[in-house]
Antibody, heavy 121, light 106 residues
């Protein structure tokens, strides 16, 4: 069955860095586009970043552009989010989510359980 | 960016009743609109994609309709497990924004 497992969250000081990982299994990872989506405590969902299946197309929300970098390693079935210059407003649960394959699309059909990032001094 | 506005913010109903949730886009998203359900301390679950297609394993009591800027999620007869927060999201252009959510409560 499809599984997405995030890791790498934790407590970090403002201005610090953190790298999130998402381990995928149960499907052909290299066929699928992927995204990171976050949710601040008690708030709604915010799309953060997208990467195509080959990694050649990448987009970011304006709120993280220039600070966050999405990447993937298809050989390791893994998705990453490098977060630099972290701010208090980046505090959230970060989810990795499966988007479309190269042949079909049904929105964000699988999500991980999320990893909590807390930015605080 | 496209702004999605959900209404009402909170909907109070009883099991067995019909629920109608609305999502309005600030500009046309064609049919590229999805609905998600989120329960406390859980990840969102895809219910409906492309406005009216039920995702795998989603009960038939959930249905979606609409196109362009106005969309509706209908739950025909509420079950106790349906009380949750519901979000709409478009995938028309980047960024793929979400609505602010509708809390469906007993």
């Amino acid at each position: 069955q499809v599984q997405l497992v995030e890791s790498g969250g934790g407590l970090v000081k403002p201005g610090g860095s953190l790298r999130l990982s998402c381990a995928a299994s149960g499907f052909t990872f290299s066929d699928y586009y992927m995204s990171w989506i976050r949710q601040a405590p008690g708030k709604g969902l915010e799309w953060v970043s997208f990467i195509s299946n080959s990694g050649t197309t990448i987009t970011y929300a304006d709120s993280v552009k220039g600070r966050f970098t999405i990447s993937r390693d298809n050989a390791k079935n893994s998705l990453y989010l490098q977060m630099n210059s972290l701010r208090a407003e980046d505090t959230a649960v970060y989810y990795c989510a499966r988007y479309c394959s190269s042949t079909r699309c049904s929105a964000y059909d699988y999500w991980g359980q999320g990893t909590l990032v807390t930015v605080s001094s | 960016e496209i702004v999605l506005t959900q209404s009402p913010a909170t909907l109070s109903l009883s099991p067995g009743e019909r629920a109608t949730l609305s999502c309005r886009a600030s500009q046309s998203v064609s049919s590229y609109l999805a609905w998600y359900q989120q329960k406390p301390d859980q990840a969102p679950r895809l219910l409906i994609y492309d406005a009216s297609n039920r995702a795998a394993g989603i009960p038939a009591r959930f249905s979606g309709s609409g196109s362009g800027t106005d969309f509706t999620l209908t739950i025909s007869s509420l079950e106790p497990e349906d009380f949750a927060i519901y979000y709409c999201q478009h995938r028309s252009v980047w960024p793929h924004t979400f609505g602010q959510g509708t809390k469906l409560e007993i």
